[in-house]
């Protein structure tokens, strides 16, 4: 039987999409390409090679040592996470749709690649690599659609800070500088630039505004959840650049300062098939979401407190969740344009799921996105009505679990979600509670500023 890898070079071998990156060398003056893959935090891993090469490693691929999927982590007890350091290389091959000119040096190109075991192994040879989360949901949201014929579309807000010389935010106290122009007139050069090399490299920009102290958000139009996840990871490799070249610091950091907003990346999502968008009821003009819909948003809300180890990935994560009349969630509900709810209906036919913070694995937070929503269609899962006022207030819906308000809770309520850790499968879910868990540990065993300010002098 033909192998995944085998499939894929053999794909790649005969793709337009190669004639086209070729051309493109030739034409553009290409030097180097980067050939990308994504870790289970969302960090970008991979090689430069010179772009003479590229007719071979479409097909050959390039070879990386497995632990960069775990970031290279060794944990507190010195074992080298993602298989310790005699596990096999993976594969990398490039997805060349994927292909595109960095548009800040042009003698420079990057490609996302697919993961996959090594063709030399007796057992697995050339399988998709099970810790691949870019691969992994290519698989899922394929494997959805074949089951269901839905398919997920989403657009994401990432939220993120900037610092630096030279950066300003005066606003009245007790207030908020939250969608003043005058302070996106401040930012101006960083809007610019961040949206001339967004669009120059495929991203639909539609709108932006300034939220807080130094906190912007500028959009892309949504699309395939495929699609949007390797955007946003492109959108964040446009802000570091645009940092670089003028002199400052961007950060995707879910709670930089103690009272001040945290950095937020709300999935806005919709289900469609055959071209309809499922989640809306045509020819209702209230407020409203279909029985389809409300079923998804049943099982999304279900599965909510396991999926927290993904939508907030950090110790720093959940000092979001605490930061209450911020904007951010801390209770699993839903409501009808209600902006401190988990789920919001922001429009007929969009739900906007304000869990995921600007750290989040995109990949991940929409895998375990399109499981959830499946199991709560397949189950009919009623999300109960929608609750009215402000969620910082009440008690949590007795149907659905707590919210996960720290690392350690989000470990504990990932392991007891059979359907995410389905999803994920055996290998990547261990993977994830292991790094997670010497997170966890890491900063439980460390004295912080706020220890030494609280005891130092307090007794006797």
């Known amino acids: ?24 060398v030739k034409d553009r003056g290409i030097e180097y390409i980067y050939y990308q893959g994504i870790t289970v935090t969302g960090r970008v891993v991979g090689k430069v090679m010179p772009a003479r090469h590229l007719e071979r490693t479409a097909v050959k691929g390039v070879q990386q040592h497995r632990t960069a999927v775990a970031n290279l982590q060794t944990t507190r007890d010195g074992v080298l996470l993602g298989g310790g350091v005699n596990a096999a290389e993976y594969t990398a091959i490039p997805d060349l749709d994927t292909f595109a000119v960095l548009p800040w040096d042009t003698s420079f190109a990057r490609v996302f690649c697919r993961l996959y075991e090594p063709d030399h192994l007796s057992e697995n040879a050339g399988a998709a690599y099970s810790c691949d989360s870019r691969g992994l949901l290519k698989r899922v949201h394929a494997d959805f659609t074949a089951r269901t014929g839905l ?38 050069p960083i809007v610019k630039k961040v949206i001339a090399y967004a669009q120059a490299l495929g991203l639909d920009m539609i709108e932006g505004d300034y939220e807080d102290e130094f906190q912007v958000e500028l959009n892309f139009m949504y699309d395939h959840a495929d699609l949007t996840a390797d955007r946003l990871v492109t959108y ?61 948003l049943g099982g999304l809300l279900a599965h909510s407190a396991g999926a ?28 009808l344009d209600n902006k401190t709810c988990t789920v919001r209906l922001s429009a007929n036919g969009r739900l906007e799921y304000k869990l995921p913070d600007a750290a989040v694995n995109p990949y991940l937070s929409h895998t375990l996105m ?29 149907r659905f679990p707590r919210l996960p308000l720290t690392l350690g809770e989000a470990i504990a309520a990932f392991d007891s979600d059979q359907v995410i850790k389905s999803a994920f499968g055996p290998e ?19 004295v912080t500023d706020w220890e030494r300010q609280m005891y130092w002098d307090d007794t006797p």
């Open 1 to 24: 039987m033909t192998s995944a890898l085998d499939q894929h070079r053999e794909a790649n071998a005969h793709s337009p999409h190669l004639a086209a990156a070729l051309e493109a």
């Open 151 to 188: 398919e997920m579309r989403t657009g994401c807000e990432p939220e993120m800070t900037w610092e630096g010389e030279g950066l300003e935010a005066h606003f009245r106290p007790e207030s908020s500088p939250a969608y003043h122009i005058e302070h996106l007139e401040r930012n101006r």
């Open 236 to 296: 964040r490799q446009i802000c570091k650049q645009v940092a670089r070249e003028l002199g400052i610091q961007a950060s995707f950091m879910p709670k930089p300062t103690t009272g001040q907003m945290g950095n937020g990346c709300h999935h806005n999502f919709s289900l469609w098939r055959d071209g309809v968008n499922v989640l809306e009821n045509p020819g209702v003009t209230e407020l409203h979401l279909s029985e389809e819909g409300r079923h998804a």
């Open 308 to 335: 927290m180890l993904v939508n907030g990935s950090t110790v720093n994560s959940y000092k979001r969740y605490w930061d209450a009349g911020q904007f951010a969630p801390s209770k699993i509900n839903w409501g």
């Open 370 to 398: 399109i499981a959830a929503c499946e199991d709560g269609l397949k189950n009919a899962i009623d999300p109960g009505a929608p609750t009215v006022g402000s969620s910082y207030e009440g008690e949590q819906d007795a």
């Open 428 to 446: 990547l879910s261990q993977l994830l509670i292991d790094f997670h868990a010497d997170e966890w540990a890491r900063f439980c065993g460390h």
